[in-house]
Every structure is written in C-alpha cells, then in structure tokens.
C-alpha cells in the first residue's frame, strides 16, 4: 500500500503564518485528489523541530486525523530533551478550540527500520533491543501494544530485506509479529488496540516550542 501525506512541503511550522499552514494542505491536499482522486487524512513533518498550537485545529479542519513527528522525542540516547516534552509517543493533540489528531512520533527516529535493512543474522540483536525498548515505554505510558517502526530517512529507496526480515522474524518467532503497513493501517490498529480496552491514548494540548530558532533566523 502506497500512502501520500497531505502537507504540500514538510513546513516549519512556526515560521509560517495561519495562512501558510492552510494554504501548504490546501495545494497537497488538492494536487493529491486532482491527481490520483485520493483524499488524504494523514500528514508526516517529522524532522521539524516545533509544532505550533494551532495544528491540530488546522489538520482537523483540513480532514488529515493522523499526524506523524519525530523531533519532539525526549529520550537519552539521542539527546533532543530541549522542547520541553515528556509524555508518550502516542497521543492525542488538542488545539485550543477542542479539535483533536492523533499524533505519533516515530521511536528512535524516523529511520528506525535500518536495522530490517541488513542479513537477517545482524537484524535479529537490533530488532530485539528496539522491542525491550519499546515494550518499556508501552508499559510506562499504558499505551496500546503497537509499535513503530518508520523506515525512512532524508533519502531513501525501497529495500526487499525489510519484507523479507519481517516475514523471517515471524516465521522464527510469531511474536511480537511485524505487519509492513500503511500510516493508515498503522494507526487504524492504534484506534482498534484502544477500542478492544488494550492500553490508552492520553491527550495533550499546547505548543512543541522549536528549538532550532537561531539556524532558522538566519
């Protein structure tokens, strides 16, 4: 499954006016449908450093329900705890007038999936201690029993190892069994998770303050 986001260009957000976050969905969301009839209702901006308070009421608006970041992550090994945030990867983004998306940002990086991308002998020791990660947080936070594993970067091609490893690793091991899906299907079994009582999803309001202001000033 090929999935499109509905952002125009990745923005940074508190750069850009009101106007300019609208308009950036409005001509993604518009070349999407004109071009291949689809009808978004998700976006990715994650390497953005700040999310402004208003986005969720503009994404809510603009018919996107799911929202994926990254650079929000607090976590040591990558020594990024500079935005203020501290909660779960996944939760619900609340705007000031009440509209809400569901959020992720993507554990250890939004090119979490290299470790898929290698012999499946060197994959294995990586996939395990991504899982032991994880499953703490999931445990800390209470969160659904659904892992991210984004595999992407600032350039990349399609890899048949990531297929072949994940249909590997459950065939050795069934469990926790992966499944090469669409943001979409990604979240659809976040909402199911929650719906059969497996884990929860807290909500959050408020700005993710941007801490690249100098690079961006200049």
């Known amino acids: 499954t090929l999935a499109c986001g509905g952002f125009y260009f990745g923005p940074s957000e508190v750069l850009l006016g009101g106007e300019g976050l609208i308009r950036n969905l409005y001509f993604g969301k518009r070349w999407l449908k004109e071009t291949f009839g689809l009808d978004t209702e998700m976006a990715w901006n994650v390497d ?111 890899d048949p190892k990531v297929a072949i490893n994940a249909k590997r690793w459950n065939e050795k091991y069934g469990s926790p069994r992966f499944v090469v899906a669409s943001t979409e299907e990604y979240f659809q079994a976040v909402e199911d998770a929650v719906d059969k009582g497996l884990g929860d999803v807290q909500t959050i309001t408020g700005e993710m303050p941007c801490w690249w202001a100098g690079t961006q000033s200049v």
Not at 103 to 116: A, I, M
């Open 48 to 158: 953005e450093p700040g999310h402004t308070l208003q986005m969720p009421q503009i994404l809510a608006k603009a018919g996107i329900k799911y929202f994926v970041i990254w650079k929000v992550l607090v976590r040591p090994e990558n020594n990024l705890n500079v935005t203020g945030y501290v909660g779960p990867s996944i939760f619900r983004w609340q705007a000031p007038d009440g509209s809400k998306v569901l959020v992720t940002f993507c554990p250890e990086g939004y090119g979490s999936g290299w470790r898929l991308r290698r012999e499946f002998s060197a994959a294995e020791p990586h996939v395990r201690q991504f899982i032991a990660s994880e499953t703490q947080e999931i445990k800390r936070w209470n969160l659904p029993p659904v892992l991210l594993m984004a595999d992407g970067s600032d350039c990349s091609i399609p």
